[in-house]
C-alpha cells in the first residue's frame, strides 16, 4: 500500500488536474458576460448585451438550425446502421467479423483530416455538390462506432436466454424483436443517440471539408472567432452550447450505465 | 366481432410469421439483410474512399488545366521529403504531438490513480462524469477558451508577469498551441489509464508492499508496466487527435501544422494528390507508433 504521503501528494495532483480541466470552461462562463472587446484580465465590466446581440444575428440562428437538422439526421442514420452491425457481429458468424468493429472506428480513430479529405475527394470525384447532405453523409460515417460501441455492450450484457424463452413461448422473430430485444436496448439506444448527436452538432474538421456555403453553428463560431469583434458574441454562443451540450452527455452517460455509474465512459 | 378483427389479424400475422420463419430457416439472407446496409456504407463508401484518397497520393495536378491526371508516381512524396518547408512543418506536428500526449499521460496519472485506487465509490464515481463532460463538451468552445486565456493581456499572460516575464505575448508562440492540445485531449487519455488502473488487482499492491517495496518501487515494478496498455491506448488518442488537426493552430497561434498544409492545399492551392501525400504523413506516423507499441508488448496484458 501507498504511503501517507504518497496519497496525499496524488490526492492534490488529482484535485490540481480537474481544476485544470474546468478552469478554461469558468473562463468561457465569465468572459461571455465580459463588457469589454478585449479580452484583458481582468475583465473591466460585466453585461448580458452579447446574448441579445447573438440571438439577432440571422446567420447565427441559420447556423443553429443547419447544425440541429445535420445532428438528427446523422443521429436516425447512425442508430440504423450501428444498431444492424451490432446485430450482425452479435447473432452471427462470417467472413471479416473480428474487422467489423476496427473499420467502424476507423472514421474516429484516423487523423479527423484524413477521414474529412477521403470522403470530399470520393465526392468530389463522383461530382456530387456539397451541401448539408454531404455533411450529414460525413456525421454519419464517424457517429456509426458509437452506436455500435453502447448497443454491442449491451447485447453482450443481455443473456441468450431471454430470447430462447420468447422464442419458446410461441413469439416469432418480429414479436421477439419488439418485446424482448427492443425493450432492453432502449437505454443503450437513447444514450448513443445523446452521444453521437454531441458529437455531430460539435464537429468541425469534417464538415468544414464536407460543406457548400451552408454555415453550421461550429462553422459560425469558428468564423466570429476570427475576427476579434466578434469575438464576445462568440464567447456568449459558446456559453450556451456548452450548457446545451452537457446536458444530453450527462443523461447519456446516467443511461448507458444505470447500475454501475462507476463505469461511466467506457 | 373478435372473430371479425380475427379473420383480419391471421393473415398479415401469417405473412409476418412466413417471413420470420423464411428467415430462420436461411440464416443467410437474413445477415445479408441485417449487414447489408452498413457494410455497403462504411465497408464500400467509407473505404473506398479511403482507397481513392490513398490513390490520389500517387497521381498528380496538370499544371495547365489543374486537373488530375492518374499518372502514377512517387513525385508527391519526392516533394514531401526534399522540400525543406514540409519536413519542417512535419517534424513540428510530430514533436508537438509527442509532447503533447507525454504530457497528458503525466497530467492524467495522479487523477486517474486516484479515482482507481483511492477514491471511494461515490467519490469515483463523480470523479469520472468530471472527466467525461469536458471529454464531449463542444471543441471549439475549449479551443475558444485557451484563445481568451493567451489573448494579449489576458490571463495566462497576466499570471506570467506575476512570475517576473515582462512580455510573455503567450498567445503569438507555440506554446498557447501546445497548451491548447493538452488540454483538449487529456480526457481522452484519463479514461484508459483509469480502466487499465482499475484492473490492477489490490492483492498485487500488499505483495509488493509485504515484500518490502516502497510507494516509488511498487510503481515502478508493479503499477506502471500495468497501465502502459492504458498509458498507450491514451497517448495513441492524443498522439493522434493532434496530428489530424488544422483548427487549434488557425485559432490559437499562428504556425502551420500538417493539417494546415493539407488544408490550404485542398482547398486554396487545389493540389489534391499533393494534400493526399501528405496526409499519409500522419497516418504512418500512428500505424508505426502502434506497430512499435505492439512489439514492446503493451497489448499483451490487455
Same mark, same amino acid.
Given at each position: 500500500?501507498?504511503?501517507?504521503?504518497?496519497?496525499?501528494?496524488?490526492?492534490?495532483a488529482a484535485?490540481l488536474v480537474?481544476?485544470f480541466?474546468?478552469?478554461?470552461?469558468?473562463?468561457?462562463?465569465?468572459?461571455?458576460?465580459?463588457?469589454?472587446?478585449?479580452?484583458?484580465?481582468?475583465?473591466?465590466?460585466?453585461?448580458?448585451?452579447?446574448?441579445?446581440? +447573438?440571438?439577432?444575428?440571422?446567420?447565427? @440562428?441559420?447556423?443553429?438550425?443547419?447544425?440541429?437538422?445535420? *445532428? #438528427? !439526421? %446523422?443521429?436516425?442514420?447512425?442508430?440504423?446502421?450501428?444498431?444492424?452491425?451490432?446485430?450482425?457481429?452479435?447473432?452471427?458468424?462470417?467472413?471479416?467479423?473480428?474487422?467489423?468493429?476496427?473499420?467502424?472506428?476507423?472514421?474516429?480513430?484516423?487523423?479527423?483530416?484524413?477521414?474529412?479529405?477521403?470522403?470530399?475527394?470520393?465526392?468530389?470525384?463522383?461530382?456530387?455538390?456539397?451541401?448539408?447532405?454531404?455533411?450529414?453523409?460525413?456525421?454519419?460515417?464517424?457517429?456509426?462506432?458509437?452506436?455500435?460501441?453502447?448497443?454491442?455492450?449491451?447485447?453482450?450484457?443481455?443473456?441468450?436466454?431471454?430470447?430462447?424463452?420468447?422464442?419458446?413461448?410461441? +413469439?416469432?422473430?418480429?414479436?421477439?424483436? @419488439?418485446?424482448?430485444?427492443?425493450?432492453?436496448?432502449?437505454? *443503450? #439506444? !437513447? %444514450?448513443?443517440?445523446?452521444?453521437?448527436?454531441?458529437?455531430?452538432?460539435?464537429?468541425?474538421?469534417?464538415?468544414?471539408?464536407?460543406?457548400?456555403?451552408?454555415?453550421?453553428?461550429?462553422?459560425?463560431?469558428?468564423?466570429?472567432?476570427?475576427?476579434?469583434?466578434?469575438?464576445?458574441?462568440?464567447?456568449?454562443?459558446?456559453?450556451?452550447?456548452?450548457?446545451?451540450?452537457?446536458?444530453?452527455?450527462?443523461?447519456?452517460?446516467?443511461?448507458?450505465?444505470?447500475?454501475?455509474?462507476?463505469?461511466?465512459?467506457? | 366481432?373478435?372473430?371479425?378483427?380475427?379473420?383480419?389479424?391471421?393473415?398479415?400475422?401469417?405473412?409476418?410469421?412466413?417471413?420470420?420463419?423464411?428467415?430462420?430457416?436461411?440464416?443467410?439472407?437474413?445477415?445479408?439483410?441485417?449487414?447489408?446496409?452498413?457494410?455497403?456504407?462504411?465497408?464500400?463508401?467509407?473505404?473506398?474512399?479511403?482507397?481513392?484518397?490513398?490513390?490520389?497520393?500517387?497521381?498528380?495536378?496538370?499544371?495547365?488545366?489543374?486537373?488530375?491526371?492518374?499518372?502514377?508516381?512517387?513525385?508527391?512524396?519526392?516533394?514531401?521529403?526534399?522540400?525543406?518547408?514540409?519536413?519542417?512543418?512535419?517534424?513540428?506536428?510530430?514533436?508537438?504531438?509527442?509532447a503533447v500526449a507525454a504530457v497528458d499521460v503525466i497530467l492524467a496519472f495522479p487523477l486517474a490513480f486516484?479515482?482507481?485506487?483511492?477514491?471511494?465509490?461515490?467519490?469515483?464515481?463523480?470523479?469520472?462524469?468530471?472527466?467525461?463532460?469536458?471529454?464531449?463538451?463542444?471543441?471549439?468552445?475549449?479551443?475558444?477558451?485557451?484563445?481568451?486565456?493567451?489573448?494579449?493581456?489576458?490571463?495566462?499572460?497576466?499570471?506570467?508577469?506575476?512570475?517576473?516575464?515582462?512580455?510573455?505575448?503567450?498567445?503569438?508562440?507555440?506554446?498557447?498551441?501546445?497548451?491548447?492540445?493538452a488540454?483538449?485531449?487529456l480526457?481522452?487519455v484519463v479514461?484508459?489509464v483509469?480502466?487499465?488502473?482499475?484492473?490492477?488487482?489490490?492483492?498485487?499492491?500488499?505483495?509488493?508492499?509485504?515484500?518490502?517495496?516502497?510507494?516509488?518501487?511498487?510503481?515502478?515494478?508493479?503499477?506502471w508496466?500495468?497501465s502502459?496498455?492504458?498509458v498507450?491506448?491514451g497517448s495513441?488518442?492524443a498522439?493522434?487527435?493532434?496530428?489530424?488537426?488544422?483548427?487549434?493552430?488557425?485559432?490559437?497561434?499562428?504556425?502551420?501544422?500538417?493539417?494546415?498544409?493539407?488544408?490550404?492545399?485542398?482547398?486554396?492551392?487545389?493540389?489534391?494528390?499533393?494534400?493526399?501525400?501528405?496526409?499519409?504523413?500522419?497516418?504512418?506516423?500512428?500505424?508505426?507508433?502502434?506497430?512499435?507499441?505492439?512489439?514492446?508488448?503493451?497489448?499483451?496484458?490487455?
Open positions: 500500500m501507498e504511503s501517507r504521503t504518497a496519497r496525499i501528494a496524488i490526492r492534490v484535485g480537474l481544476a480541466l474546468y478552469i478554461p470552461l469558468l473562463v468561457v462562463f465569465l468572459y461571455a458576460f465580459n463588457d469589454s472587446v478585449a479580452q484583458d484580465w481582468p475583465p473591466k465590466g460585466l453585461t448580458l448585451k452579447w446574448f441579445s446581440l +447573438a440571438w439577432d444575428d440571422t446567420n447565427m @440562428r441559420e447556423a443553429l438550425g443547419n447544425s440541429i437538422k445535420i *445532428a #438528427l !439526421v %446523422a443521429t436516425f442514420v447512425s442508430l440504423l446502421l450501428g444498431c444492424l452491425a451490432a446485430f450482425a457481429v452479435h447473432r452471427f458468424r462470417f467472413f471479416g467479423r473480428e474487422s467489423v468493429s476496427f473499420v467502424l472506428v476507423l472514421p474516429i480513430a484516423l487523423p479527423g483530416i484524413v477521414t474529412a479529405m477521403a470522403l470530399r475527394s470520393a465526392m468530389g470525384t463522383t461530382g456530387v455538390t456539397f451541401s448539408l447532405w454531404t455533411i450529414m453523409i460525413g456525421h454519419a460515417t464517424f457517429c456509426v462506432v458509437v452506436i455500435f460501441n453502447n448497443v454491442i455492450a449491451r447485447l453482450r450484457r443481455t443473456t441468450g436466454s431471454i430470447i430462447e424463452a420468447s422464442m419458446d413461448l410461441g +413469439a416469432d422473430g418480429w414479436q421477439t424483436f @419488439r418485446y424482448v430485444t427492443l425493450p432492453t436496448l432502449a437505454t *443503450a #439506444l !437513447v %444514450a448513443g443517440g445523446l452521444l453521437a448527436f454531441a458529437l455531430s452538432f460539435d464537429e468541425i474538421i469534417v464538415t468544414n471539408f464536407l460543406s457548400g456555403a451552408e454555415l453550421t453553428l461550429p462553422k459560425w463560431i469558428f468564423n466570429a472567432i476570427r475576427l476579434p469583434r466578434n469575438r464576445p458574441v462568440a464567447n456568449a454562443v459558446a456559453l450556451i452550447v456548452i450548457v446545451l451540450s452537457l446536458i444530453p452527455v450527462y443523461f447519456a452517460q446516467r443511461l448507458a450505465n444505470p447500475s454501475d455509474p462507476e463505469r461511466a465512459g467506457r | 366481432m373478435g372473430d371479425a378483427s380475427k379473420s383480419v389479424g391471421l393473415p398479415r400475422r401469417g405473412i409476418r410469421r412466413g417471413i420470420s420463419g423464411y428467415l430462420n430457416v436461411h440464416p443467410k439472407v437474413k445477415l445479408a439483410l441485417i449487414l447489408g446496409i452498413p457494410l455497403l456504407w462504411i465497408g464500400v463508401v467509407y473505404l473506398g474512399s479511403l482507397g481513392l484518397l490513398f490513390a490520389n497520393g500517387f497521381w498528380r495536378v496538370d499544371v495547365l488545366t489543374s486537373k488530375i491526371v492518374h499518372d502514377w508516381g512517387l513525385r508527391n512524396f519526392q516533394t514531401l521529403w526534399t522540400s525543406k518547408v514540409y519536413r519542417t512543418v512535419t517534424i513540428r506536428t510530430v514533436g508537438i504531438a509527442t486516484y479515482a482507481a485506487r483511492i477514491a471511494r465509490p461515490r467519490v469515483r464515481a463523480a470523479i469520472l462524469v468530471a472527466v467525461v463532460l469536458p471529454l464531449w463538451s463542444s471543441y471549439l468552445v475549449k479551443t475558444y477558451a485557451w484563445v481568451t486565456i493567451t489573448a494579449p493581456n489576458g490571463i495566462l499572460d497576466s499570471v506570467l508577469r506575476v512570475f517576473g516575464i515582462p512580455n510573455p505575448d503567450i498567445g503569438a508562440s507555440q506554446w498557447a498551441i501546445f497548451l491548447t492540445f488540454y483538449l485531449w480526457p481522452f479514461l484508459p483509469y480502466a487499465s488502473l482499475e484492473r490492477i488487482p489490490e492483492s498485487y499492491l500488499e505483495a509488493s508492499s509485504d515484500l518490502g517495496g516502497k510507494s516509488w518501487i511498487t510503481f515502478r515494478r508493479v503499477i508496466p500495468m502502459i496498455p492504458g498507450v491506448a495513441i488518442f498522439f493522434s487527435l493532434t496530428l489530424g488537426d488544422y483548427i487549434v493552430p488557425i485559432l490559437v497561434g499562428n504556425t502551420k501544422f500538417i493539417g494546415n498544409v493539407i488544408y490550404d492545399n485542398v482547398g486554396v492551392a487545389n493540389n489534391l494528390p499533393l494534400a493526399a501525400a501528405f496526409a499519409m504523413v500522419p497516418v504512418i506516423v500512428v500505424a508505426a507508433y502502434l506497430a512499435l507499441a505492439k512489439r514492446l508488448g503493451a497489448f499483451e496484458a490487455l
